[in-house]
């Protein structure tokens, strides 16, 4: 299944495969949903956490096929803007949640206890949150906020990390870990430009990783006027031949494939409508726009 936050602020549940509507939708936050995170625990234990511009992240677990509340978290923040579910295999649930204040909470989600609490976490809003696996197992939950900055947290201690503050060098609109070839841990970021540019940063070095990704200053068809837009939404693909690719959704309605081996754009593919998610399922890419959820296929091969 494929969980897609709604204005209204219910989240439907649809087939990956149709894009058919398989359970009723999951109602109770009373507001937009503006952030929403996964983690496959166990059989026992399946979870989705929303939430949205209030103070409450509602999390469900969907043991059994069937969704179940789970837990509900009332933060101190006056807003949620970014989520992360981690878990370090020891059984331990943590549930970090980035607001638009700039601070993060930490919590125990099993016990349903705060653990840990950055007021200034980022000079600005927190948005983006995502899991950074590091080579010798230990687990870090990656910030980036609008003050251009990444840091790195301990999700268990609800602390620093060990891996120094990255300068991204432009504010953030999206992040995500993406598969390494020498061993450190990378990121992809995109900053909120109007000529987008996506940089890769290792984050145990602290050093960019090749080049940075720019597309041709062309305007997709339909696309408002105002330039380039701004990234939305990333995810990950791997080809039939076994090519990493980067797919990015934008506002100026395009979505482009990016080589991450070569830094190169493959493909792009004019939307005709803004976009505000994507994921990737196999040969298929789920996107998120201003009027609904969209279904694509696509052949994976890169040429």
Not at 44 to 73: Q, S, T, Y
Request: proline share 5%; net charge negative.
């Amino acid at each position: 299944m494929i969980a897609a936050g709604y204005d209204d602020g219910t989240v439907q549940l649809l087939d990956v495969d149709t894009g058919e509507s398989v359970r009723q939708p999951l109602e109770g936050n009373t507001v937009a949903v503006r952030a929403m995170s996964t983690l496959a625990v166990s059989v026992e234990l399946n979870l989705l956490a929303v939430a949205g511009g209030d103070r409450v992240v509602k999390v469900w677990n969907f043991a059994g096929g069937e969704a179940h509340p789970f837990k509900v978290v009332t933060t101190g923040l006056g807003s949620v803007s970014a989520l992360a579910l981690v878990s370090n295999g020891d059984g331990t649930v943590c549930l970090v949640i980035g607001g638009k204040n700039g601070a993060i909470e930490f919590w125990d989600l099993l016990h349903r206890r705060r653990i840990g609490h950055e007021p200034t976490a980022h000079k600005r809003h927190v948005a983006s949150l995502t899991a950074v696996q590091l080579p010798r197992g230990d687990l870090l939950v990656a910030s980036g906020g609008h003050d251009q900055t990444i840091r790195f947290w301990d999700p268990v201690t609800g602390t620093r990390g060990n891996l120094p503050p990255i300068d991204n060098r432009a504010p953030f609109s999206a992040m995500l870990q993406v598969p390494d070839h020498l061993g450190d841990p990378l990121v992809a970021v995109a900053s909120q430009e109007d000529r987008v540019k996506i940089r890769v940063w290792n984050t145990v070095t602290g050093e960019m990783e090749g080049r940075s990704m720019s597309p041709p200053p062309i305007k997709a068809t339909g696309a408002p006027s105002g330039g380039g837009g701004r990234v939305t939404a990333m995810t990950m693909m791997r080809t039939d031949i076994g090519h990493d690719l980067l797919v990015t959704g934008n506002t100026n309605h395009t979505i482009r494939l990016w080589d991450l081996a070569t830094r190169t754009l493959l493909h792009r593919i004019d939307f005709g409508e803004e976009i505000t998610a994507c994921q990737a399922s196999g040969e298929r890419l789920i996107v998120g726009s201003t009027s609904g959820v969209t279904l694509l296929e696509l052949n994976q091969t890169p040429n």
